[in-house]
């Protein structure tokens, strides 16, 4: 199994930028495709985007262009570089690998 821990959320405005990551335990962090999902208060949890192992990515409409997800393998961390953020951005974002799941981190954009 799996751990993963997400850092990176927080207060940001209109149009600014985040960098999220995942660190996940274990030495088969390489072999594993990896997602970002995120979910909004009042509403289901959504995919972001997700990166095979290796490195193919795909991206949910609404965020491409402006997110990019990318993986360290020597640092068993997956990341989301989130720009031009928009107040619909914000929900906890939440990392997935191995069919876990990490605690979520907060973003909140404001307009």
């Known amino acids: 199994q799996v751990q993963l821990v997400e850092s990176g959320g927080g207060l940001v405005q209109f149009g600014g930028s985040l960098r999220l990551s995942c660190a996940a335990s274990g030495d088969i962090f390489k072999w594993l495709p990896m997602g970002w999902y995120r979910q909004a208060p009042g509403k289901q949890r959504e995919l972001v985007a997700t990166i095979t192992s290796t490195g193919r990515t795909n991206y949910a409409d609404s965020v491409k262009g402006r997110f990019t997800i990318s993986r360290d393998n020597g640092k068993n961390t997956v990341y989301l570089q989130m720009n031009s953020l928009k107040p619909e951005d914000t929900a906890v974002y939440y990392c997935?690998?191995?069919?876990?799941w990490g605690q979520g981190t907060q973003v909140t954009v404001s307009s």
């Open positions: 997935n690998g191995a069919d876990s």
